[in-house]
């Protein structure tokens, strides 16, 4: 730990499975749309991992990226990991992480009935239950067997891919609404065979999934699962199922990540990024519950409006988690961690929660205070104003 500054917990190492991270802070997953039209990782994508890696954070993970593009897609310009005539540009991201020293990740997501009309490339949209969503897919095909053990296999074969290109870890999300958690939650999940009723019967096909996926990257690959700690809807996954499912789940994975919310549902999706009216660390009291479970033995990492390297390192010292992810921060000012690791947090300029990041739909990732954000290129020298206002 440096001597000029006086933050105890985030600047020390920590083990998660086969890694040892320099710190404490993770950059969270969020969808850049910095790809071409066939998913390929452009210049311009690299550039940006690059620039995640520059922050010195410890674990960077590429945001929400599908496993299977033919049915499980939700974004335009997402990370195209199914084919390997993609794996050139999926070394260059793996290089630009390793740079600086962090270890890179990537979320892997089947949107289930999130996914979006306009991407699929069926007629329908693949869920536990037939519940469609206003606005999404109105033709819910329930999964058969073979539906199952199809996406299953698609984890497994997106996880070694991008394992043999020289990630480090993946996350596997179980958050949010998506096809695991639409499995898990009863608010979704309404089925009658051995899939369906009681949390164990929900829980097969995840862990399904989590097994497939560590069969396939074996011991030297760590796996991160995304979880929320609540779904807070009527019906929906509460925090002691969650619990519930962790320990059943930590045989397979290194790190546990938990957010809240649905990003399917009004109600809750800014649970998913709290924007300024939420409170600060709004998904920390879920991830406290997990974390000081007895019978939970992984280490805890929590997001969500965490925007100072001093709230980090509070969080840490609650004992309510043991990494702190955090992106827009770190979008508004890449130097924060740096700052504030030599004792100038002060410097840094500060995330409004303004939620503009998440941009329009197909549009690539910008920040409302940093207009460098995702042009590299453009702004690779910024010249004085002639004038000064």
């Known amino acids: 730990m440096a001597t000029f500054n006086n933050y105890k917990h985030v600047f020390t190492p920590i083990r998660i499975g086969p890694l040892t991270l320099k710190n404490r802070i993770q950059f969270s997953p969020m969808v850049c749309d910095l790809t071409n039209a066939a998913g390929e990782a452009t210049q311009a994508y690299i550039d940006f991992v690059e620039m995640q890696s520059s922050t010195r954070a410890g674990l960077i993970t590429l945001g929400a990226t599908p496993v299977d593009r033919v049915t499980g897609t939700d974004y335009p310009h997402e990370l195209d990991i199914t084919d390997d005539g993609k794996i050139t540009g999926l070394r260059q991201l793996a290089e630009a992480a390793h740079l600086y020293g962090a270890k890179l990740s990537v979320e892997l997501v089947h949107a289930g009935r999130g996914a979006h009309p306009d991407l699929l490339k069926t007629d329908y949209a693949l869920a536990p239950s037939n519940i469609p969503i206003p606005s999404q897919m109105q033709y819910i095909k329930e999964m058969d067997q073979h539906d199952i053990e199809h996406v299953v296999a698609c984890y497994a074969d997106c996880a070694l891919r991008i394992y043999r290109c020289g990630f480090d870890a993946v996350m596997i999300h179980c958050a949010h609404g998506n096809l695991l958690a639409q499995f898990l939650s009863p608010l979704t999940n309404k089925r009658s065979d051995i899939y369906g009723g009681s949390l164990d019967n929900r829980a097969k096909v995840p862990l399904m999934v989590l097994r497939a996926v560590r069969e396939a990257v074996g011991p030297k690959c760590a796996i991160e699962m ?164």
């Open 226 to 389: 995304r979880i929320s700690g609540d779904e807070i809807v009527k019906g929906g996954m509460r925090i002691n199922e969650t619990i519930e499912f962790i320990k059943m789940a930590q045989e397979y994975i290194d790190l546990v990540h938990v957010s809240a919310g649905l990003i399917v549902d009004w109600r809750t999706q800014y649970y998913t990024m709290p924007p300024y009216y939420l409170p600060r660390g709004a998904n920390v009291p879920y991830a406290h519950a997990i974390k000081q479970c007895p019978d939970i033995h992984i280490p805890v990492a929590t997001v969500g409006g965490i925007v100072t390297i001093a709230q980090a390192d509070e969080i840490i010292d609650s004992g309510s988690a043991d990494i702190c992810a955090m992106a827009r921060a770190l979008l508004c000012d890449p130097e924060l961690i740096k700052k504030s690791y030599r004792g100038e947090p002060e410097t840094a300029r500060p995330c409004l929660r303004c939620f503009y990041c998440n941009g329009e739909y197909g549009g690539h990732i910008t920040c409302a205070v940093n207009p460098a954000l995702g042009r590299k290129e453009k702004y690779a020298t910024v010249m004085p104003a002639n004038k000064k206002k």
